[in-house]
């Protein structure tokens, strides 16, 4: 059994918050370094810190801005580009953490419907809150303000270092359970720990330090994210169009205690060749030919900020865990946005692996040891891999100009349209209820 770090002895060095004193020069040490702070990784470690474990947070990227700093300017129409649409589970754990309330002050907009419809034919579903008794189907956030309201929560917890600017170089893992990894850090930091997670997106550098083989393609298509001003109200609606060259989401926004719904964030997924087009184009184009790829549904539409593009590819690690490390989020998995899910998937892996490991700590079980991380890995692999699966369906599905799939693909549509009991399944799936 490998004691946890009693508080006194976590760290070697002063804990100035935000790594200021930190001293780079001695080796700082922790139970969990958690490796990577987007959503999922602040997430993870604030469900880790209330169980009293030691934990250090690295990121490479700057702090988020403090929620207090960024209240002022809520009420402008100004939205992060990264929006996410969270599923009632994930709201129910944000809740669960504490964060929800201090994110919904800021800024947060409910959608009670969902359209998605076949360009190509006649197919449509409608999906209501109210056909499962519920009052929404989930949430739009904006990306930056989750990181901001976890990483203030985190500020307050005594267990937790946060280190920002700070990219992690290379990682040592222990050879023995029991025994520290060794991280060092571009900034001249170095850090045991003796478990290391890797939370750090796509591109996971701890993914590659350890030696984790993925399956991956690319999709050959790219995402092109941007807020819109439309002349109709979204109606707390999120829309969804699938074309043959991708699909075009359409999320909706809102200003607090504003009425007015005219804000939504566009993601529109399409072949590389049509997305480098589309980017190229002077707003005005951009904006005829948005209108006319959403059928005018919501009237004209004008973008009111940058265009951001992403490339999009589908990566699946072989192994989530071995001994001393584990994944999550991205690192472990890539999806394709057409279903928002990504991030879901990750505050599930998040929520899991800190029940997991919360779990061994009472019985005084190694956090570090397989058998320990399997636990985590066995619950999580399966669930991703499914909605991994599903999301490549749809995306072939959609993207196929065959005949018979297309007429498979708009009955299909209509049919599950048209069954309540079938509905009521995909609607709580989708609020991420039955995952
Ligand atoms: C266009 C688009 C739309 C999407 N829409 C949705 C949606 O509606 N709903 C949904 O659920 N998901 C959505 N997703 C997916 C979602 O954005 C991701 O799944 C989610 O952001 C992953 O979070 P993460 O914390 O795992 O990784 P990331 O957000 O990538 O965070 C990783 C962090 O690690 C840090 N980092 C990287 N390397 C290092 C290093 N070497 N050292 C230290 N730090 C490092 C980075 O600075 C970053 O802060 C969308 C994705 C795209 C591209």
Redesign the pocket.
Known sequence: MVPILPREKFLTTTTDIQGCAIDSCATNSCDILV???????LGLALALAGEGFSVVV????AAPAAPAALQASMTQPLFDS?????TQASRQWLQQLGVWDALAALRVCAYRDMQVWDADGTGAIHFAAEEVRASVLGHIVE?RLVCAVLYAALQQQPTVQLRNG???ETATLAKTAGDYSEITCNDGTRWRCRLLIG???????VRTLCGFSTREWSYEQQ?I?ATVRSERPHQHTAWQRFMATGPLAV?PLQLPEASEQHHSSI?WSCDSALASKLMALSDTTFNQRLQQAFELRLGTMEIVGPRLV?P?HQQHAADYVRTGVAL????AH?IH?LA?????L?FSDARCLASVLVQAKRRGEDLATLQTLSRYQRQRKGPNLATMLAMEGFKRSFGSDNLALRWLRNAGLRLADSQPALKRTLIRQAMGLSL
Do not use: K
């Open positions: 490796n990577g702070g987007g959503m999922v990784g690295l990121d490479a990227q990264r929006v996410s649409a969270l990306n700070c990219a992690l939370a750090d997106g796509g591109n996971s550098r995402a994210v999320l993601v992403f999009l999550v989020g991205d690192a890539t946005p928002g899910q990504g991030v879901n990750g």
